[in-house]
């Protein structure tokens, strides 16, 4: 899903200016063209695309995690290579391309490469379109957009350990 900025801009304008002159097109005045409850499309459209980048978002960090995995193994020289074959990630083996094409470990480690730049330039840019789109339904509509997303506190997160916080570190 893509969100020009000018498109996110014309559309706060437009429901700016909706609401400072309720007229028609013919230019009467007094005869409002939107009732105040009525809402635009994209402003009733913002939760929902919201959470389509929020789940895209969880896709590429899954698809991140994995390429990471996949590239921290084949950089260790230790790892045999029939070894790499058994390993699974989410029950899907890590190294396809292991077993069918007889590709090589280098080989492997260059696409891993590849593939883990484009996949941080794509959650980049889906972080900042969320950030545009949160501002937005927040900017326009606060308690609605807020009430549609689902509240995020603290209280709703889910505390991280410290043996975690270690093994993340590497200690």
Not at 34 to 43: G, H, T, W
Not at 73 to 102: A, C, I, R, S
Request: no cysteine.
């Amino acid at each position: 899903m893509d969100v020009r900025l000018n498109r996110l801009l014309n559309s706060a304008e437009k429901l700016i200016q909706d609401k400072k002159d309720p007229k028609d097109v013919s230019g009467k005045t007094g005869t409002p063209i939107q009732k105040a409850d009525e809402k635009s499309d994209f402003v009733v459209s913002l939760p929902v695309q919201y959470h389509n980048i929020q789940s895209r978002l969880t896709e590429l960090q899954k698809q991140l995690s994995k390429e990471q995995s996949r590239m921290g193994l084949l950089e260790d020289t230790t790892q045999d290579e029939n070894k790499l074959k058994e390993l699974l990630f989410e029950g899907e083996p890590l190294f396809p391309e292991l077993g069918e094409n007889k590709i090589s470990k280098p080989e492997i480690l260059e696409a891993s490469k590849g593939t883990i730049s484009s996949l941080l330039a794509e959650l980049k840019k889906k972080e900042v379109e969320g950030e545009n789109i949160f501002s937005l339904g927040m900017m326009l509509s606060p308690e609605e957009f807020k009430g549609k997303i689902g509240s995020v506190s603290t209280a709703s997160m889910k505390p991280i350990s410290e043996t975690m916080v270690k093994r993340l570190l590497g200690s």
